[in-house]
């Protein structure tokens, strides 16, 4: 919405959203198909409304790892969190399909070099650094999967509380969270480039989004529908209405 700061702010909101049960399901079932995970799924379909919106056909997504891929340090307490750097090639516009399979391959390879800091990464590739910007992605993918555990303290009712702290750490986040009720959605923004309405539509096209793959999975990625039914209506109808009245006495030419 608006030109790039010489300097990031770390100014940020968040939008949430939710995908129904349902069509979590049927996400899942079709990241079966393909040998994948819902992850795969959610993060293949992030690519393509990227692609849709921006036309860049070679596109780095970063995401958080755990880093903790060994059974000797599950129990152990520290900060093992890494970021990976997920590129992909969407160069020719293929069919979801193909691009969910590119997706899993990347995935496991990435994750296969996960213990590779990200920061050793920045300092062998020496990208361009800017103050504006972060290196190699401003985009971030998060899934999460394994839902907090209750708490129970006598005499207590515990619940959780949703907070934000103002900030966004990249120019755009997009957090998964998987629930009993089916997924829950969060848009984490830089407040210096988007306005909330932009991100409430960029919820309502990743939903539509959501639907069309799993309706039609082996669809072209520009075939795919983005559009709400709000946005689509005034397009088709409202703005063709331009039909009036006109002397119906006389032939066309005699009205010039």
């Known amino acids: 919405d608006r030109p790039r700061p010489t300097a990031q702010s770390d100014r940020g909101a968040?939008?949430?959203f939710t995908v129904s049960e349902e069509l979590a399901g049927r996400l899942c079932?079709?990241?079966r198909r393909q040998e994948g995970t819902l992850f795969m799924t959610l993060l293949a379909a992030w690519k393509a409304l990227l692609y849709r919106y921006t036309g860049q056909g070679d596109l780095c997504v970063g995401t958080p790892i755990a880093g903790r891929n060994r059974s000797e340090i599950e129990g152990m307490i520290g900060f093992f969190v890494n970021t990976l750097v997920l590129r992909t090639d969407l160069s020719d516009n293929p069919p979801f399909t193909t691009l969910l399979r590119r997706v899993r391959k990347m995935v496991l390879g990435a994750q296969a070099h996960q213990d590779l800091p990200f920061e050793k990464?920045?300092?062998v590739l020496q990208p361009a650094r800017d103050l504006?910007?972060?290196p190699l992605f401003q985009v971030m993918f998060s899934w999460r999967d394994?839902?907090?555990p209750a708490l129970e303290v006598a005499g207590l009712h515990i619940c959780p509380m949703e907070i934000h702290t103002g900030t966004a750490k990249f120019d755009l986040t997009l957090e998964m969270?998987?629930?009993?009720?089916?997924?829950r959605g969060a848009f984490e923004y830089s407040t210096d480039l988007f306005d909330e309405e932009t991100i409430a539509r960029m919820a309502g096209h990743y939903r539509t989004l959501l639907e069309g793959i799993a309706a039609h999975p082996e669809a072209r990625l520009s075939?795919?529908?983005m559009l709400t039914e709000a946005e689509r209506h005034p397009m088709l109808v409202g703005w063709n209405a331009t039909e009036a009245g006109y002397p119906q006495d006389r032939c066309i030419h005699?009205?010039?």
Do not use: H
């Not at 969270?177 to 997924?183: A, H, I, Q, S």
């Open 14 to 16: 968040i939008y949430p």
């Open 223 to 225: 075939d795919l529908p």
């Open 29 to 31: 079932l079709l990241g």
């Open 121 to 123: 990464l920045v300092e």
């Open 177 to 183: 969270t998987k629930v009993p009720e089916g997924l």
């Open 146 to 148: 394994a839902p907090l």
């Open 132 to 134: 504006n910007r972060t």
């Open 254 to 256: 005699q009205l010039f």
